[in-house]
């Protein structure tokens, strides 16, 4: 699996490489596979080199990514030609089994990451046409095509990937079993870490600048009572970086992760109807339900922030130095501070502690702290607290912060009783991979698959050619 690491960089730009826009089946049906019926009206193509189910990787994709990669600054000298197909062939695998089991990627969420996608181009690139013409596209609506095709066929690998793993568990003794195997110069080593702790504190938001939103919300509320598009104010209006581009939809039900005044919100409306403006703690926001199935909506909704005054980022700026005079003088902790100072609810009963979303505990190796963090903490000192930091959030929305190393500790070898957790999570994903191993052999065996006489003596890590 190695080349999965080479070509991590690749990511969504090498779109052009792994979206073949057709899913013509080579007319050839071997005796060691099952070939699905061919598509009415569809030929054999040129440069096709490989079909996986019902979809075909082209020679000029390889092409391309090796352009990209080029592009991207990355070496390719010792990467083959093999290598990269059986990347492509890989993602195919996963998107036809996608289909299979009837996983669905919905427009929604295609459109909602391919314009964010489009978005970051145009910033790197310059503007839309560069953009159009770095990727050797004809115009815009073909570059939207390949792009979209491409993100479905991600999330349909991604989806099934899930899948497999979700299926995974792990038990103790797997755990233990899994340490055991390891001799003592062989045993892992865990880098450096530290804990990191935080104090924040909003700036006052007048009832008056409040009002302003609620106002405007009712105001875009009539309008698409009077016949406006939700979805067109949404684009234009939502300050929801995460559902703007989509017209502000989410689908949700009672279990989805969004705030109880969101979900309370949503399902007191109507199908059909809009919601009066309500507060969350992201400002505040309408809903309108698309479409009621039992427990599960289609909303859209529109949030916007109310705006903080310069006068109240001075009282804020100013509490926060009390703060940290009280805590630099010793007359309290920066964990108590935090506990009845800091606005920040998900840390504030930690003592300010930071999470880390990926282990669930609160140690983060320095190479993995948020980048955000990591350029404000990497020079404090022990017990050191940091002089207030302004802080702009992805809405807009401005706080100010504190920080502190609550603890560091040194790169080790694990330590079975202190480092379980760490370990329970090398070996569930060794077992992962295993899964994912397994299945993949599997499905290669009952899959339609087909390869040019020029590639099937490349030693393939999975075998295409069912040798």
Same mark, same amino acid.
């Given at each position: 699996? @190695?080349?999965?690491? $080479? ?16 899913? /013509? ?52 000298? /010792? ?49 839309? /046409? ?9 115009? *815009? ?16 690998? &991604? ?5 497999? %793993?979700?299926?995974? /568990? ?23 870490? %530290? &804990?990191? =702790?935080?104090?924040?504190?909003? !700036?006052?938001? +007048? ?33 929801? !970086?995460?559902? $703007? ?14 705030? @109880? ?7 007191? +409306? ?15 926001? *309408? ?5 009621? $199935? ?28 009390? *703060? ?12 108590? =501070?935090?506990?009845?100072?800091? &606005?920040? @609810? ?8 930071? %999470? #880390?979303? $990926? +282990? ?9 702290? !948020? ?17 207030? *930091? ?16 609550? #603890? ?5 070898? =694990? ?14 994903? &060794? ?5 994912? =191993? ?18 099937? #003596?490349?030693?393939?890590? #999975? ?5």
């Amino acid at each position: 699996m @190695k080349f999965i690491n $080479r070509l991590a960089l690749l990511g969504v730009l090498a779109f052009f490489g792994m979206a073949a826009s057709a899913q /013509e089946i080579i007319p050839e049906t071997p005796k060691d596979t099952v070939k699905p019926a061919m598509p009415q009206g569809r030929t054999k193509v040129d440069g096709v080199i490989a079909v996986v189910g019902d979809f075909v990787v082209l020679e000029s994709d390889i092409d391309l990514m090796y352009r990209e990669m080029q592009a991207q600054g990355m070496p390719i000298q /010792e990467i083959p030609r093999g290598e990269l197909l059986g990347k492509l062939m890989e993602d195919k695998l996963y998107a036809h089994h996608a289909i299979q089991d009837s996983i669905i990627v919905t427009d929604a969420e295609v459109n909602e990451t391919m314009n964010r996608q489009i978005d970051f181009f145009v910033q790197q690139i310059g503007s839309e /046409e560069k953009m159009v013409k770095y990727f050797k596209k004809k115009n *815009i609506e073909a570059f939207r095509t390949e792009l979209s095709e491409l993100i479905k066929n991600q999330k349909l690998t &991604e989806q099934m990937q899930k899948k497999i %793993m979700d299926e995974v /568990e792990i038990t103790p003794e797997e755990v233990r079993q899994y340490f055991a195997q390891f001799k003592k110069e062989e045993l892992p080593v865990f880098g450096a870490e %530290m &804990e990191v =702790a935080q104090i924040v504190i909003k !700036p006052e938001v +007048t009832q008056a600048e409040k009002q302003i939103v609620i106002d405007r919300l009712r105001q875009i509320k009539k309008d698409v009572i009077d016949g406006s598009s939700f979805y067109s104010k949404a684009v234009l209006y939502s300050e929801d !970086p995460g559902s $703007r581009s989509s017209g502000g939809f989410i689908k949700m039900n009672r279990k989805s992760p969004l705030v @109880k005044e969101f979900k309370d919100a949503a399902f007191s +409306t109507d199908e059909g109807q809009i919601s009066e403006p309500f507060e969350t703690e992201y400002g505040f926001h *309408i809903i309108y339900v698309e479409k009621i $199935r039992g427990q599960d909506l289609d909303v859209r909704h529109i949030l916007l922030s109310p705006k903080v005054t310069t006068e109240a980022l001075v009282k804020a700026k100013e509490k926060i130095e009390r *703060i940290r005079q009280r805590i630099v003088s010793g007359e309290i902790s920066f964990a108590d =501070a935090a506990r009845s100072e800091s &606005e920040d @609810k998900e840390t504030r009963n930690s003592g300010g502690l930071l %999470m #880390n979303p $990926r +282990t669930l505990e609160t140690r983060f190796e320095l190479t993995k702290l !948020p980048p955000e963090v990591y350029g404000d903490v990497e020079s404090l000192k022990d017990g050191e607290v940091s002089q207030p *930091i302004l802080v702009e959030g992805q809405r807009g929305e401005k706080t100010y912060k504190l920080y502190t190393v609550a #603890n560091r500790y040194d790169q080790h070898t =694990a330590d079975y009783a202190k480092d379980y957790t760490r370990i329970k999570d090398l070996a569930l994903r &060794e077992k992962q991979k295993k899964a994912i =191993a397994k299945w993949s052999d599997q499905k290669i065996k009952d899959t339609y698959i087909k390869i040019s006489p020029e590639y099937q #003596n490349f030693p393939f890590v #999975n075998n295409w050619t069912k040798k």
